[in-house]
C-alpha cells in the first residue's frame, strides 16, 4: 500500500481544489447546479482517486484510479474553458489556471507511464 499523502501529485492536486473553490466562489448563483457543481466533483475527483489508487494491492488497480483522476483533470480543463466562453473569467486567468493544470496532467500521465512499466 503507499501512502498518498508522500507524492507530489496528490500535494499539487489539493492546491488546485482550492484555487478552483476559490474561483467557484466567484461565479454566479444561476450555475449552483451547473458549472460550480461539476467544478466542484471534478476537482475533488482528481486527489481523491489519486488517494483511492493508492490503497489499492495491484499496480494495474492504481493505475486505473490515476488514469479517473486524469480524466477528472482533463474534464476540469474543459470547465475552464467554458468559464472563459461565458466571461466568468479572462483568458489570463484560464491561461494561469490551465498552466498549473497542464503540469499536473503530465505528471500524472508520466507516473500512469511508470506504473505501467511496473507490472
Not at 10 to 33: A, G, H, Q, R, T
Not at 38 to 53: K, L, T
Request: charged share 30%; with cysteine.
Amino acid at each position: 500500500m503507499r501512502n498518498f499523502r508522500d507524492l507530489d501529485i496528490w500535494k499539487d492536486s489539493i492546491s488546485i481544489v482550492k484555487e478552483v473553490y476559490l474561483l467557484i466562489e466567484k461565479l454566479p448563483d444561476s450555475e449552483n447546479f451547473g458549472l460550480k457543481s461539476q467544478m466542484s466533483r471534478c476537482v475533488v475527483s482528481i486527489p481523491s482517486n489519486i488517494a483511492e489508487g493508492c490503497a489499492k494491492d495491484s499496480q494495474k488497480d492504481f493505475v486505473r484510479f490515476l488514469q479517473i483522476s486524469l480524466g477528472s483533470a482533463f474534464e476540469l480543463e474543459t470547465h475552464f474553458v467554458i468559464c472563459r466562453e461565458l466571461s466568468f473569467i479572462t483568458l489570463e486567468e484560464e491561461k494561469i489556471l490551465n498552466e498549473k493544470l497542464n503540469t499536473l496532467q503530465k505528471r500524472i500521465n508520466a507516473l500512469i507511464k511508470y506504473s505501467k512499466s511496473k507490472y
